[in-house]
């Protein structure tokens, strides 16, 4: 079946550590994007990509950085530069078309 | 440009009665329109969409929701609320391959 694969789901960090988060898609989608969300908090845009090798940063785009060297993959890494890093990450594709949005089943980020 | 304004950040229903969720837009391109749900610590679950096809939109869960141009909303409804409707639920607009999500609105369902 077609979808998007995040990993891990639970990832605890001390304080000062980078860690990258997977997000892969097997939907064939050129336009991928990371969402952070915090407790209570509605989705934020951190990065989008619409093609390989370029993506854009998004609303809160300080202290993460992307890479997307493969269709299918746009691997997310919190810096140790991002202050408040704990939250719940959300990875998505959208196809050609438009008219609808994949979502990963995302990843819980805990710093410790 | 683009926007999604969720009018209630709050909604609190008793069960058995109706829902109304309001979402207003903004796009500059033809939108296609969304409301996902999401459970407390649980992912994103699509409950309808419009894609410029009819614009009564039925979704799964007894959800619907009526795309008018005119006034640019997108409100959702069902006719019965049921305790396990409780969660946050997100307006979202696609237009251009930017996607806009709304702040969320919070439903409370009371016994």
């Known amino acids: 079946d077609g979808g998007i694969t995040q990993s891990p789901k639970y990832l605890f960090r001390k304080e000062g550590q980078n860690v990258t988060l997977s997000c892969e898609q097997n939907?064939?989608?050129?336009?991928m994007y990371w969402y952070r969300q915090d407790p209570g908090q509605g989705l934020r845009l951190i990065y989008y990509s619409q093609i390989v090798n370029d993506f854009q940063k998004g609303d809160i785009a300080e202290g993460y950085s992307v890479s997307r060297e493969k269709k299918e993959s746009f691997p997310l890494t919190v810096t140790s530069a991002q202050k408040n890093p704990t939250a719940f990450y959300l990875c998505?594709?959208?196809?050609?078309?438009?008219?609808?949005?994949?979502f990963g089943e995302g990843s819980w980020l805990t710093v410790v | 440009a683009q926007s999604v304004t969720q009018l209630d950040s709050h909604v609190s229903v008793s069960e058995g009665t109706p829902v109304l969720l309001r979402c207003n837009y903004s796009?500059?391109?033809?939108?296609?329109l969304f409301w996902y749900v999401q459970h407390p610590n649980k992912g994103l679950q699509l409950l309808l969409k419009y894609t410029s096809a009819a614009t009564l939109v039925k979704g799964i869960n007894g959800f619907e929701a009526e795309f008018k141009k005119s006034e640019t909303s997108f409100h959702l409804t069902k006719p019965s609320a049921h305790m396990s409707d409780a969660a946050e639920y997100f307006c979202?607009?696609?237009?251009?391959?930017?996607?806009?999500f709304g702040a969320g609105t919070r439903l409370f369902v009371k016994a």
């Open positions: 998505a594709s959208i196809p050609g078309s438009g008219n609808t949005i994949y």
């Open positions: 979202v607009v696609i237009g251009g391959f930017k996607t806009i």
């Open positions: 939907l064939n989608h050129d336009a």
């Open positions: 796009s500059s391109y033809s939108p296609s």
